[in-house]
């Protein structure tokens, strides 16, 4: 696993992507490394909202997404196209005194305009109501240039099922990181 990342730490891409645990995507095209290191870019600053300006201006973070588009496999559930500004008014505000970093982050750019993202998220503060959380998930993004600036238009947030209890696994794994799966295949 990489290092916890955020808006001080990453620096750029290939060293980021030099980190990754299971090594480099095949997918990964020389050509548009530029286009990588704008939404590398794009990752600092998000962090730098997230973990300096959120708790004091959290509608600040809209300029990220691509509002009217972007659609949500959130951890509370589905976010329709159409609905996430709706869902970013209730959920950031809620969750604004907390701080975001990035592990095993990988960016590929898929053309000059559209691009992907893994990682590792580990979100920990305090909710609106002083209760404290500590969430590491695992989150794949989609993003593309939209006049000029990169932006989220669809997220997938998701925690590993522990198969024998059926719960989730708030840690995503760190507790247990090679955990096997004790499972009867039919026929064996």
């Known amino acids: 696993m990489a290092p916890p990342r955020d808006e001080h730490s990453l620096t750029n891409v290939t060293n980021l992507h030099a980190e990754l645990p299971n090594g480099l995507s095949k997918y990964h095209d020389p050509a548009l490394a530029n286009e990588e290191e704008e939404i590398l870019q794009h990752y600092k600053d998000f962090s730098s909202f997230c973990n300096v300006e959120c708790l004091t201006n959290p509608g600040k973070g809209k300029e990220f997404y691509d509002l009217d588009e972007c659609m949500y496999f959130d951890l509370m559930g589905l976010v329709r196209r159409g609905g996430f500004e709706k869902h ?61 600036k990169w932006k989220y238009i669809h997220e997938h947030f998701s925690f590993p099922i522990d198969m024998k209890t059926q719960k989730g696994d708030l840690t995503s794994g760190k507790e247990a990181e090679s955990a096997e799966l004790d499972v009867k295949v039919a026929g064996s």
């Open 88 to 148: 970013y008014d209730i959920i950031t505000p809620y969750l604004a005194d907390a701080t975001s970093t990035f592990e095993d982050l990988e960016i590929v750019a898929v053309s000059k305009t559209f691009g992907y993202s893994t990682m590792i998220q580990r979100l920990y503060g305090k909710t609106a109501e002083g209760d404290p959380f500590d969430f590491r998930f695992r989150l794949t993004s989609l993003l593309r240039k939209t006049e000029g």
